[in-house]
C-alpha cells in the first residue's frame, strides 16, 4: 500500500502541475523552518513566522492529501482546491 502511494506521489509529481506546485511550496516552507529551528533564539517576528510556516505547511498538505484520495478514488478530474 505504501508503494501504491508513493508510486501515485510519483505520477502526481510528474504529471499534475497543481500537485507539483503544492509539493514545491511545502518543501520551501520544510527549508524555512529548518533555518528558524536551527537558531538557537528566535525573535518575537521570527516566532511568529515559524507559527504561521507550520499552518501553511499542514494546509498544503492537506491539499495534497485530498488530490491524492481523489485519484485513488478513481476521480482524477477533480483538484484539491476545497
Not at 506521489?9 to 520544510?30: D, Y
Not at 533555518?35 to 501553511?56: M, S
Amino acid at each position: 500500500m505504501e508503494t501504491d502511494l508513493r508510486e501515485l506521489k510519483e505520477v502526481l509529481q510528474r504529471e499534475n502541475e497543481e500537485f507539483r506546485t503544492l509539493l514545491q511550496s511545502h518543501a520551501s516552507c520544510e527549508v524555512r523552518l529548518q533555518e528558524l529551528q536551527g537558531k538557537g533564539f528566535l525573535n518575537e517576528d521570527e516566532k511568529v513566522e515559524e507559527v504561521t510556516i507550520k499552518k501553511k505547511k499542514l494546509h498544503l498538505k492537506d491539499k495534497m492529501e485530498a488530490m491524492l484520495r481523489h485519484y485513488r478514488n478513481g476521480n482524477p478530474a477533480v483538484s484539491g482546491s476545497r
